[in-house]
């Protein structure tokens, strides 16, 4: 008894300490309370019969605490679980005034708030943030007249023209229902199964086999809201648009081997360099574009605009940039952010309107209903991250957890009995009028959405030979995974109608002993001119803006070629972390550091470049050490710049490093600096056997 006096004693004296070193930097403390306001008096011990038990259920305090715990999950997103998200602002820079009435497109210099979330589609709410995927890009925009959602991917056009196929679409691609693995894959055979009788995805598979599908940050991401949309004014003239994001900091991806293994260093991979960005200040922004174009123009074009699976080239419309988004602060609490916010792309305020896309129409039912599921309420848009920051005035009612105190007896309309009650405006929203004599009703696929093939084409040949590669390897990687046989040869069939040399070039890696034959089509592919813009190494910025340089160091390492490479590499742009096999480091000279990094838990796959500055001991020491050989090898296979001093020598020996210009002399920080802001592209047949 005695004893268990003094354990209770003891744990409240440790309680007492800790609110006291707390206090001292917090300053004071509210008063704990049960969600009724009840203040608590003991958080440590439930309600006891005798002190030894039994536990009673008159405890409130301890049943309303756990009766919340068990409530605390609410359905993950069915698609685009996992996600990480950030505020902003929005500023517009060019009017849009001749297209449209819309305040958030020709208030220019207005700085508009903004949410924008980024996320993987296939994968769970905790599964790893580099797979191969689509990734989403979503933005919220609390305009003046209420909120717009663009609710966009990385990737300009999508898998299925219908929204009937969604469904199809993600059971194929989400893990196999009855073994429940693979978690956040493509590369499985119901995927691939699907996607070989669905031709129409063919152009997106591209793109998904693409490093746009691996990108190395959220930061260097383009956006599209991939379906056309309406810029309407209220003389009833309507243009087609089309959304493009595109990243100040270039885009930037991974290679397959980096992503696979930044899988198992970091799961929170891009999570942690987005919220990392935000807090040290190095504001992510992209500006905003669009392509304009007339009903008449649309017509022109070898496609139909309103088939999702199409792009429109920048060459046959160019881009004009319209504004910049800032995003600066990390939200305050995941769940109640990132987590319960709720995009919509039928949110749109006045002035912009929808396309017939029959995609799109899908989506505008689609995200309603399934925030309503997720949030349990028709009145989720009262949770602060959902709710409009304009004037909101309506007569719905009640509802599952309503906030609002609504005053008055008149919740309808017309209504003479209160002067104060809401009323349509003029200027509120109107869809575009348009005429249509299209043709009949019925469960019908356009002619126009025929031509699955020629973007396909348009798009892999656009590519530059790197990017060809890594699309023919993806493809063989994925369809290597697949157990099905027939379903491996049926996706090489429809590849020869995409590029005969790359369907070829799959079947070698895949070891097939015959091509297999291509499916009927409709409509065969045409050539057209490449498109450049579609590339992302012609068009990679050449900077170390917003990167990060990793120097390997150990005890004996030299002060001052740290603090050269260091030096530089900020001045680029870059952010540096040292990484040592013990945190706590003694320089040459005697100097004590401490890493960012210890060397076992930081791989080199989660920096840009690397420097080895290393004493000559601990070099040949660390040429016997697995991490930091894999260290350095990852580094070179990753086709990364390596500035090494004499010390490192042992080191970049037993990692199979072979010279070329990525491989440079740590005194040389120019070179390094140089080398550091590309990847060295020209490696890479030395390293690893592409397809
Ligand atoms: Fe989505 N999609 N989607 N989607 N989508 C959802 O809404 C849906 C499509 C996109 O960060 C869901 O709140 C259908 C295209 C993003 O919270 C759901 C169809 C594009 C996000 C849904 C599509 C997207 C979603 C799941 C075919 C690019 C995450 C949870 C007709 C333009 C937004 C949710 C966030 C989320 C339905 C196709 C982008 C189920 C039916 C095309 C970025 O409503």
Redesign the pocket.
Known sequence: MTQKKALKHDTSTLRGEADELHEQATGKHPPLTTNQGIPISDNQNSLRATPRGPTLLEDFVLREKITHFDHERIPE?????R?S?AHGHFELTCSLADYTDARILTEVGVKTPVFA???T?AGGAGSVDTPRD?????VKFYTKEGNWDL???N?PV???Q??????D??HAVKMEPDRGFPQAATAHDTFWDFVSLMPESMHMIMWAMSDRAIPRSFRMMEG????SFRLVRSDGTSTFVKFHWRPRLGMQSTVWDEAVKLQAADNDFLRRDLFEAIESGQHPEWDLAVQLFTEEEAQAFPFDHLD?TKLIPEETVPLTVIGKMVLDRWPDNFFAE?EQ?????ANVPPGIDFSND??????L???????LL?LGSPNFNQIPVNAPKCPMHNLQRDGHTQMQVPAGRVNYEPSSLQKDTPREVASGFRSASVHSDDGQKGRVRAASFADHYSQARLFFRSQTPVEQTHMASALVFELSKVGTPHVREAVVGQLRHVDPELAQRVADGLGLKRLPDAPPTAVEARDQPPSPALQIIGRMKDTLEGRCVGILVDDGSDAQAIEAIRKAAKAAGATVKLVAPKIGVTLEGGDAITADGQLAGTPSVVFDAVAVLLGKEAGQRLAREAAAVDFVRDAFGHLKAIAADAGAQALLEAAGVMEDAGVVQAEAVDDFIAAAKTRQWDREPKVRTLA
Do not use: E, M, W
């Not at 219908?162 to 469904?167: G, L, Q, S, T």
């Not at 916010?341 to 792309?345: E, N, Q, T």
């Open positions: 997103r069915i698609v685009h679980a996600g998200a979330r980024f996320s589609v689509v990734r989403g890009f979503a609710v966009g991917n990737i999508f898998f299925i219908d929204a009937i196929k969604f469904p679409l993600v599209f809201g991939v379906h999702a990132t916010v709720a995009f919509c792309p029959p995609l799109l129409q899908g989506r039912f689609s995200y309603l209903d399934t925030q997720r």
